[in-house]
């Protein structure tokens, strides 16, 4: 089966580190997104881990561990326009959708 | 990155009618596309896989003959709603993807925002 769990909702202050995590399990793994989704708009692609290992980029980091079907996406520096939805998803093996969370809404207070 | 558009970004009309939404994919080649609905503060719901030149995959509880889906090239698939109603206003994102690029060639179109009046 496949199952991918993220929590419902977070918040951090505005100038904070907040790190969103990812459990998955799922019938084959041929890596792992992280999209950024802001209401009422389409998801903008953030980060692809295939290899274990942290994927740094700009303000926002992403790690991935197979062995323990675990990833994170750390956010630094918060800023209030990162107040969002966060979607995991893991590309199963094959030409196959993608097997999304249900998103983690992150909120940035000041 | 790659950048996939969506034609009209919004759109009225009225029960009955049928709405066409285009999905382009501009600076690569899309071999697949997916269609996702996703209806206020819900998750992503995948209507449709469709591969370039053959039939759209619908996903469980998708009418195809209501979605009809259109992968005719490499850089553009359509998605008609037909007869559209009230409960088919919803947000359709279009999602490409280039399976020769690599794993991580997965991009959204900026959604189209359907009102069914």
């Known amino acids: 089966g496949q199952n991918i769990d993220q929590p419902t909702e977070m918040t951090a202050t505005e100038g904070a580190i907040v790190q969103i995590n990812c459990t998955y399990q799922t019938s084959g793994f041929n890596g792992l997104f992280w999209y950024q989704q802001h209401a009422g708009e389409a998801p903008t692609f953030l980060s692809y881990n295939v290899l274990d290992g942290l994927e740094e980029k700009g303000r926002f980091s992403s790690f991935l561990s197979r062995s323990k079907g675990y990833s994170y996406l750390l956010l630094k520096e918060l800023q209030m326009k990162d107040s969002a939805s966060y979607l995991c998803a893991v590309r199963p093996p094959g030409n196959t959708p993608l097997v999304f969370g249900k998103g983690t809404r992150l909120s940035v207070i000041a | 990155g790659a950048v996939v558009s969506q034609h009209p970004s919004r759109v009225i009309c009225k029960s009955g009618t049928s709405v066409k939404i285009e999905c382009r994919s501009l600076d690569f080649q899309a071999t697949t596309m997916f269609w996702y609905r996703q209806f206020p503060k819900q998750s992503l719901m995948l209507m449709a896989t469709?591969?370039?030149?053959?039939?759209?995959?619908?996903e469980q509880g998708v009418e195809k003959d209501k979605f009809l889906i259109n992968h005719a090239s490499l850089t553009l698939s359509t998605l008609t709603v037909t007869s559209a109603h009230p409960e088919d206003s919803s947000f359709y994102i279009c999602?490409?993807?280039?399976?020769?690029?690599?794993?991580?060639?997965?991009?959204f179109g900026p959604g189209t925002r359907l009102l069914v009046l």
């Open positions: 469709s591969n370039e030149g053959s039939k759209a995959t619908y």
């Open positions: 999602s490409a993807r280039d399976q020769w690029r690599g794993a991580e060639t997965q991009y």
